[in-house]
């Protein structure tokens, strides 16, 4: 059973930087689509970044230029790097993966870890 563990979450300024991290067990392979989505008090979740097993990303318009997306596929594990953060970005982030391949099949999701940014 593939499980998400997240990390790096936590309290930050208008203006920091945090690096959430999720790591993958259970699988033998590497995911074919690895994201991040949040979900903030009152809305929708919302893709915020992803990156597929080709290498090509994508960003919601509200972060591109300040959130990065990347992997490290020995540990199949990846990141959110986000930089310039704004208290609009104050939410509940989940790494969410889905997987292709016959043993593992299926979509994930990780436990969620709270990102605030104070003003």
């Known amino acids: 059973q593939v499980q998400l563990v997240e990390s790096g979450g936590g309290l930050v300024q208008a203006g920091g930087s945090l690096r959430l991290s999720c790591a993958a067990s259970?699988?033998?392979?590497?995911?074919?689509?690895m994201g991040w989505y949040r979900q903030a008090p009152g809305k929708q979740r919302e893709l915020v970044a992803h990156?597929?097993?080709?290498?090509?990303?994508g960003y919601v318009d509200s972060v591109k230029g300040r959130f990065t997306i990347s992997t490290d596929n020995a540990k199949n594990t990846w990141y959110l790097q986000m930089n310039s953060l704004k208290p609009e970005d104050t939410a509940l982030y989940y790494c969410?993966?889905?997987?292709?391949?016959?043993?593992?099949?299926?979509?994930?999701w990780g436990q969620g870890t709270q990102v605030t940014v104070s003003s």
């Open positions: 259970g699988s033998r392979f590497r995911a074919n689509f």
């Open positions: 990156i597929i097993s080709s290498g090509i990303t």
């Open positions: 969410n993966a889905v997987f292709r391949d016959t043993e593992s099949m299926g979509t994930y």
